[in-house]
């Protein structure tokens, strides 16, 4: 997303604060797509999936206020809130499981971690995980992208839960350091 989508976007959820309905559908029409992909690959269903999309757009509407941009950017915001509330749905439901098997529907936006890598700060992130050990890289992306818990991450891994989390722990501060150079 360019600089200027970003802007834009920022400006559109202070509008959502004034009651700009104009500006939530707006923000719907160009972000939709890409948090249920998000959504879906953390819940693994096409119905959940939906379900925390449209969730994320009540909570836009209802507290657009919540959104700081000292703290990051909007679209940072909408994919935590996406994320947060898809693990919240599996986790309630019962559902959360582990898998490697495809989604029930194929997403049809672009992965959301593809379109990252492209851009110039997704390259170097890129670089500085790949830097990272195997393991170290794997249990961030199984954190991250597809929304497995700690514990569920030490099973698959058959470690220690706490040994895990100092893994995590060295890994997004390895993370850091590298992106910051």
Not at 11 to 34: H, K, M, N, P, V
Not at 50 to 73: C, M, N, T, Y
Not at 110 to 116: F, S
Request: a neutral charge; hydrophobic letters at 45%.
């Amino acid at each position: 997303m360019a600089d200027t989508e970003i802007d834009a976007l920022s400006a559109l959820l202070q509008r959502c604060i004034d009651g700009d309905e104009t500006a939530l559908r707006r923000i719907y029409d160009l972000q939709a797509a890409r948090l249920k992909g998000l959504a879906l690959r953390i819940t693994n269903s096409a119905a959940m999936a939906e379900d925390v999309v449209h969730d994320v757009f009540l909570k836009i509407w209802h507290a657009p206020d919540q959104f700081d941009p000292e703290r990051g950017s909007a679209q940072a915001w909408l994919t935590m809130l996406t994320r947060f509330r898809a693990m919240e749905l599996v986790r309630r439901s019962g559902r959360e499981r582990p898998t490697d098997q495809v989604p029930e529907v194929e997403d049809d936006a672009p992965d959301a971690l593809a379109r990252v890598m492209a851009e110039a700060e997704g390259r170097v992130l890129a670089a500085c995980l790949h830097a990272l050990t195997p393991r170290a890289r794997s249990a961030l992306m199984l954190a991250f992208n597809r929304g497995l818990t700690h514990t569920e991450i030490a099973s698959t891994y058959n470690m220690p839960l706490g040994t895990l989390k100092s893994l995590i722990r060295r890994s997004l501060r390895d993370l850091k350091q590298c992106m910051d150079r």
